[in-house]
């Protein structure tokens, strides 16, 4: 699909093993610009950062991309922009996401993915993105929706 595609439609896919997901998100990851937003839902072992994963490799990182869940943002380097790897699970319902340093970090123009994304939807929902969503169908398969929000 090309970056058109991805945003007039909402996409829809069942994958059924950890690299089909990883996949996906390098087909994604591909059509990605700087200055994207992307949002990231869905349970514990969704499939969240495997997601990443791929999109990493689609857009020609090459490391261990890892869920920063502790150090909540990784920033990786490609060839052509920045990817910042954001994970929100362990922020407070009162944290402010502009505490964290995010408006400058869209301001920079890289790649911006976010997990846990609905726990700083205030903040999510002042710029156009893409919105993922994961639900597990079993313990391999993963359905995933990609919506472009504007």
Request: glycine letters at 10%; aromatic letters at 8%; charged letters at 25%.
């Amino acid at each position: 699909m090309n970056r058109e595609e991805w945003l007039k439609d909402r996409f829809h896919v069942v994958t059924a093993s950890a690299e089909e997901t990883a996949s996906v998100g390098a087909q994604f990851g591909k059509v990605c610009q700087p200055g994207d937003l992307v949002a990231l839902r869905g349970p514990l072992g969704g499939g969240k950062t495997c997601f990443v994963q791929g999109v990493a490799s689609g857009r020609g990182i090459h490391v261990s991309v890892k869920s920063p869940t502790f150090t909540l943002i990784h920033r990786y380097q490609g060839a052509n922009q920045e990817m910042w790897h954001v994970d929100c699970y362990r922020l407070s319902e009162t944290t402010d996401p502009q505490e964290l340093g995010l408006d400058e970090l869209m301001e920079a123009g890289g790649l911006m993915l976010v997990e846990w994304a609905e726990r700083i939807d205030g903040w999510i929902s002042r710029y156009p993105h893409f919105d993922i969503s994961f639900r597990i169908r079993s313990v391999n398969e993963r359905e995933i929706t990609i919506t472009h929000v504007r």
